[in-house]
């Protein structure tokens, strides 16, 4: 509902709007008219008895006054359970970390893949820096870690006979 400043309409004609309304949206309605506090009196005690039926009032209290209460008491409640929820799983549950392993040595490929890199002209050094910090300079410096010599690919054999066939035939 967004009825807000509804002028100098009489309550008696607000009267079913404003008992459908939730606490909140009375509490608005009361704050852009104040002509209607003094005539709300028995909605609140209806909100009252229907949300919070255990709860009794204090002295010289309105039962608007005691719903306002209640609701921020249940309110302050609510964020006190959350903040205890959320400090539990905060403690509860770990963030995960990556971590190296082996960080100081030098992580050479399988067997098979050490093959096909020689076979393809791409050699790796073979030596193992000591440390971190000296690998990482030892990289920096020489670009000769690693070395690659580019081959003429062959093309497959049927292919060439392929291409052979097409430029014969182009020829003709």
Known sequence: MTLEY????????LKPVLEKATPAQLLNMEHHNPYLIEKTDDLWLLHCQKEFRNRKRKD???WREMCRRCLDEREAQLRAITANIKQFKDKSKPIPTSKLAYTESVVEPPKTIAKT?????????KKPAHTLASRIV?????????????LKSKKAPLIAKTLSFLKKWNRR
């Not at 030892?138 to 580019?150: F, M």
């Open 117 to 125: 890199q020689t076979k393809n002209g791409i050699l790796f050094d």
């Open 6 to 13: 509804t002028g100098c309409v009489p309550c008696l004609q």
């Open 60 to 62: 010289f209290e309105s």
């Open 138 to 150: 030892a990289l920096a410096l020489s670009e000769g870690a690693k070395k690659v010599v580019t």
